[in-house]
């Protein structure tokens, strides 16, 4: 065979030789990526709102919140987290078992579907294939009026990701009351992480519609700690679920000394379902009150 011919043949079978090794490469960093990316879709968080997007101040907004975990992989999931974003922002974080472990009072959690856990080879311990679901409660009694984003993380393996949607609440204003008149004694009073729980009284009065007119005092005392704590009505609304709301703000005494105080604002929430009231304040906070005479 001629020196060309030769050369040649060498050649093709040079460049066939190329295509199979580039295609094997080629196979292997597919399979590689496949192996990394892991089943599309295997894990799916999401946060649904159930009863609509405006709400007057004191409803109850209901969640649906999930996470699904598909195609047998292991999720090792620590933690939710539930985040508002508006004229006040925080966030509410739980465990898988539904258990809140963030202070917030305002929400309720009741798990509604558990995925089966365990150990599955390459994957460690975590939450099987299944499903974790819960039903979450807001009221919005204590809420800033305005509009807010809600979304929703999980922690997975020290990580944290958001899901995909972010639902929107608003929430209005209630109907403003005309006048109203309230005596409360007993429960707890909390004053600066120290709790008082004897001769506790509570008085507020709102002569008309304008609440800048109102005024009140609450004074606590347990043995020689005394507290007192004199303010006046910036605010008073009636809201959902039977509840009535005061915005408040004066001086807050602890002793005897009447001069000394400091400026307090805090929110009166009365229940007229039970006739209990609480206090929610910066400093001072009260709760169990019981209501004695309303007139409002």
Request: charged share 25%; glycine share 8%.
């Amino acid at each position: 065979m001629p020196l060309k011919k030769r050369i040649k043949e060498f050649d093709k079978v040079k460049m066939r030789r190329k295509n199979i090794i580039f295609s094997s490469v080629l196979t292997v960093i597919a399979v590689s990526l496949l192996i990394m990316l892991g089943p599309a879709n295997a894990f799916v968080l999401s946060l649904n709102l159930m009863n609509g997007g405006v709400f007057v101040q004191g409803e109850k907004v209901e969640y649906k919140v999930s996470a699904q975990i598909e195609n047998g992989e292991v999720k090792d999931i620590q933690s939710f987290r539930l985040f508002f974003d508006g004229p006040e922002s925080f966030s509410c974080e739980f465990l898988p078992n539904g258990t809140l472990v963030s202070f917030c009072p305002f929400l309720s959690i009741k798990q509604t579907e558990n995925a089966p856990s365990g150990f599955e080879s390459g994957y460690g311990y975590g939450f099987l294939e299944g499903k974790l679901e819960y039903d979450i409660i807001l009221d919005t009694t204590s809420f800033d009026l305005g509009r807010y984003e809600s979304k929703l993380f999980v922690t997975i393996d020290e990580n944290e990701m958001q899901s995909d949607v972010t639902r929107i609440i608003n929430i209005a204003e209630g109907d403003l009351l005309n006048s109203c008149s309230i005596r409360a004694k007993d429960g707890i009073v909390d004053f600066n992480g120290v709790s008082i729980s004897s001769k506790n009284r509570l008085s507020l009065f709102v002569p008309t519609s304008d609440a800048s007119k109102g005024h009140g005092s609450l004074t606590a005392q347990n043995r020689r700690d005394r507290i007192s704590y004199t303010f006046k009505v910036d605010k008073a609304r009636r809201v959902e679920g039977g509840k009535m709301v005061f915005n408040i703000s004066g001086i807050l005494r602890r002793g005897v000394n009447k001069t000394a105080g400091t400026e307090e604002k805090a929110e009166i929430i009365f229940d007229s379902n039970n006739f209990e009231l609480k206090i929610d304040g910066m400093v001072l906070d009260a709760k169990d009150m019981d209501v004695y005479f309303v007139k409002c």
